[in-house]
């Protein structure tokens, strides 16, 4: 403000006091003393200034849409300060701008108001969302949940709860209570069902767990029978089966002692097989000199010849005993392919001459029948001391020689 300005608006007399004209009179506002008119009045009119700042701060608020009560409030107390202000200018046209802003006011509360209401609307619809999540978390059956999908849900539902009730508007205090009363009642549920759910599994664990701890101990107990072991190893690796889940960790300790164990019966199963492989190459080079001796017998014609060439070569067959299990089916598929053969052959003489065939039959049935006798003997004799070896020999003999006599019959 100007001095030609300033003193339109306030004048200094000579004893320093200042007035500031208001309509058609004149007001004291103060008195500068030791000081030049000029120097007076430009204090004042810093003061003007000040007062112009704040009219001016509180209309840009207004513009900004700020709260419609702080700006009431605001503005009766400016306009208070401005009527009785110490200060050089045109106050008038303060308080003009101050009723303008009060006249707005009332406006800026209907259209604050309703924005309220829609904040809050949709605060109310939010918390509501929040807690049918909570509910439909809730009433879940708690034998299918999946107790870390719906922990971590519900988790985040409560985050999501704090930050509404942080960042969003306040709700009436009744809803609030309602709605956090129903959301609290969710989550109790859920934990109640959680901790109820996994004091059975817990329960059932640790039964399952006492069950295979059980197994382990049957099955360490059969390490030191070797191989003879495995099929008491394999009943129990049946019950362990059925025994259940004892809890992940548990249940992988426990599975790697038990699986220790069969490894163990199964090594040794593996060396006795390995012996027996060695042993029975011998035993496998003389059956398959035997099967290049009986595989021409299958375009003989003469079935006595070939019958008796037959009966020889199964003798020495039983005599040499076992071949390695992987050969077995092979050498005894060629064996029972001659077998056969010479069955039709002497099929096809029967057909002929009955009487020769009976009569023959009844000799090889009574030799069958012999040499029957003579290894079930032979099968008790083992039993009896012990030689497993020459009792399995022996039963796989009996075992042909009751075909052969069934075939006979």
């Given at each position: 403000?100007?001095?030609?300005?300033?003193?339109s608006?306030?004048?200094?007399?000579?004893?320093?006091?200042?007035?500031?004209?208001?309509?058609?009179?004149?007001?004291?506002?103060g008195?500068y003393?030791?000081?030049?008119p000029?120097?007076?009045?430009?204090?004042?009119?810093?003061?003007?200034?000040?007062?112009?700042?704040?009219v001016?701060?509180l209309?840009?608020?207004?513009?900004?849409?700020?709260?419609?009560?702080?700006?009431?409030?605001?503005?009766?107390?400016?306009?208070?300060?401005?009527?009785?202000?110490?200060?050089v200018?045109d106050?008038?046209?303060?308080?003009t701008r101050?009723?303008?802003?009060?006249a707005?006011?009332?406006?800026?509360t209907e259209?604050?108001?309703a924005e309220?209401?829609a904040?809050?609307e949709?605060?109310?619809?939010?918390?509501?969302?929040?807690?049918?999540?909570a509910?439909?978390?809730?009433?879940g059956?708690?034998a299918?949940?999946?107790?870390?999908q719906t922990?971590?849900k519900?988790?985040?539902?409560?985050?999501?709860?704090?930050?509404?009730?942080?960042?969003?508007?306040?709700?009436?205090?009744?809803t609030?209570?309602?709605?956090?009363?129903?959301?609290?009642?969710?989550?109790?549920?859920?934990?109640?069902?959680?901790?109820?759910?996994?004091?059975?599994?817990?329960s059932q664990?640790?039964e399952?767990?006492?069950?295979?701890?059980?197994?382990?101990?049957?099955?360490?107990?059969?390490v030191?029978k070797?191989?003879?072991?495995?099929p008491?190893?394999?009943d129990?690796?049946?019950e362990?089966?059925?025994a259940?889940?004892a809890?992940?960790?548990?249940?992988?300790?426990?599975?790697?002692?038990?699986?220790a164990?069969?490894?163990?019966?199964f090594a040794?199963?593996?060396?006795?097989?390995?012996?027996?492989?060695?042993?029975?190459?011998?035993n496998?080079?003389?059956?398959?000199?035997?099967?290049?001796?009986?595989?021409?017998?299958?375009?003989?014609?003469?079935?006595a010849a070939?019958?008796e060439?037959?009966?020889?070569?199964q003798?020495?067959w039983d005599?040499?005993g076992?071949?390695?299990?992987?050969?077995?089916?092979v050498?005894?598929?060629?064996l029972?392919?001659?077998?056969?053969?010479?069955?039709?052959?002497?099929?096809?003489?029967?057909?002929?001459?009955?009487p020769?065939?009976?009569a023959?039959?009844?000799?090889?049935?009574?030799?069958?029948?012999?040499?029957?006798e003579?290894?079930e003997a032979?099968?008790a004799?083992?039993?009896?001391?012990?030689?497993r070896?020459k009792?399995?020999?022996?039963?796989?003999?009996?075992?042909?020689r009751?075909?052969?006599?069934?075939?006979l019959g």
């Amino acid at each position: 403000m100007t001095t030609t300005d300033s003193a339109s608006w306030g004048r200094v007399d000579p004893e320093g006091n200042v007035y500031v004209r208001e309509g058609e009179g004149e007001r004291h506002v103060g008195q500068y003393p030791d000081a030049t008119p000029e120097e007076a009045l430009a204090y004042y009119e810093r003061k003007f200034a000040d007062l112009e700042g704040q009219v001016k701060l509180l209309e840009q608020r207004s513009r900004a849409g700020a709260s419609a009560s702080d700006i009431a409030k605001a503005v009766r107390k400016l306009d208070e300060t401005v009527r009785t202000a110490s200060a050089v200018g045109d106050l008038a046209s303060l308080q003009t701008r101050l009723q303008a802003l009060g006249a707005g006011v009332s406006e800026l509360t209907e259209k604050q108001s309703a924005e309220a209401k829609a904040q809050l609307e949709q605060a109310v619809a939010e918390r509501e969302a929040l807690v049918a999540e909570a509910e439909a978390l809730a009433a879940g059956d708690p034998a299918t949940t999946q107790w870390k999908q719906t922990t971590a849900k519900l988790d985040e539902l409560f985050t999501r709860w704090q930050a509404q009730q942080h960042d969003g508007p306040r709700l009436p205090k009744s809803t609030a209570d309602a709605l956090w009363k129903r959301f609290r009642a969710a989550r109790s549920t859920v934990d109640h069902h959680r901790r109820a759910f996994f004091a059975e599994l817990d329960s059932q664990h640790r039964e399952v767990r006492g069950r295979k701890s059980e197994l382990v101990d049957r099955a360490e107990a059969l390490v030191g029978k070797g191989a003879q072991g495995i099929p008491a190893y394999r009943d129990l690796l049946d019950e362990w089966k059925g025994a259940g889940r004892a809890g992940k960790k548990q249940d992988d300790a426990l599975w790697a002692r038990f699986k220790a164990a069969g490894d163990a019966l199964f090594a040794a199963k593996a060396e006795v097989d390995a012996a027996e492989n060695v042993e029975f190459s011998a035993n496998l080079e003389q059956k398959l000199a035997l099967l290049d001796e009986a595989e021409p017998l299958l375009t003989v014609t003469d079935p006595a010849a070939a019958r008796e060439r037959l009966t020889s070569i199964q003798r020495r067959w039983d005599e040499i005993g076992k071949v390695p299990k992987d050969q077995m089916r092979v050498v005894n598929d060629r064996l029972r392919k001659v077998e056969n053969a010479v069955k039709g052959l002497e099929d096809e003489h029967w057909r002929r001459s009955n009487p020769e065939k009976k009569a023959r039959s009844q000799g090889l049935a009574s030799q069958l029948e012999q040499a029957i006798e003579k290894l079930e003997a032979d099968i008790a004799a083992a039993k009896e001391s012990g030689d497993r070896r020459k009792q399995a020999e022996a039963e796989e003999a009996l075992a042909a020689r009751k075909i052969w006599l069934d075939a006979l019959g």
